[in-house]
């Protein structure tokens, strides 16, 4: 009954969702704030008659909005139904294997591999460096690849890369291959790829309004690059779905990137939350490498990232562990509100 092709499928595995009880949530990178009062403001006045119709399928005054707020034109921008399937595009549209594998960090998005298994794409992940950095001189020629693949911040550990190491990459990589960064933490303090765009026709740069807009709900995402990439993602968008973001959500997408400075009040809580959190965990010998997302990745010496996972459940607050040998004892953890970094650090003296 099942195809061969389904048979060999091993699906990502997203974080917990749990429904028994309520958790304080800091296991999926979600946002602890509510996104802007203007999507409330839209939302009351929505008129049901609107919803009989399909929406555009090329969700146009979604793009108009993301492109003014990047400085470019809506042709250098592809927007999706959240950044996993603008992902999913991507390893689609430009890796292929007869080229040379695709190279991603040996630790990262584990939804990358999944990809590659769906489409049948060879990949190489590419050791971090002892401090868990990634080192993009390994990823150049003589090392053969199709393309690159980079969360920047890196998931799950959330270290960033400068912008000029991304630069001086781009200059020494092959012009006729895609390097992807994944920007999906960018606005917690990493410092953005965008505006190299303009320079390096073979540069795509994805975003997500799961995080720093707070609307993982909605499942909205979107690709800024040069119209050739952005082309190619459309047409493997009408290959799957032509009408994949609904009418709601392109509304609400519109009016979320517009409120810069909602946002940007969000964003600077969450920083300062991290920062306080990560230095009460230093005083308590726990490593925790430097991050700009909206996440951290901490061990303690003598802890496995599973005990650590199992007793902060067990006390009602759940956080995220990683069952992949050589980042086993780290859990991630998601910066939540002040209350909930609170009681996280109560249950952490009082347990570890
Ligand atoms: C959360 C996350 C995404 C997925 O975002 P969605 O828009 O919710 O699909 C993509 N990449 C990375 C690295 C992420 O952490």
Redesign the pocket.
Known sequence: MLSQRMKNLKPYVPGEQPQDRSYIKLNT?ENPYPPSPKIGAFLKDVDPENLRRYPDPTSLDLRRAIAARFNLDPKNVFAGN????V?SFTFYAFFDSSEGDVLFPEFT?T?YPVYCDFYGIHYQRIPLANDLRVRLNDYLPPRQSCGVIL?NPN?PIGIALPLSEIESFMEKYPRDRVVVI?E??IDFGGQSAVPLIKRYANLLVIH????SRSL?GI???FALGSQPLIDALTAVKDSFNSYPIDRLAQKIGEIAISDTTYYQQLTTKIISERNRLTTALQRWNWEVPPSSANFIFARKKGLSGKDVYQTLKNNGILVRYFDIEGIRDFVRITIGTSDEINALLSEIKANF
């Open positions: 990178n959240g950044s996993d399937e992902l998005y939804f969360a998931a994944d999906a933490y997500t309004y799961s995080k993982a499942r909205l995402g």
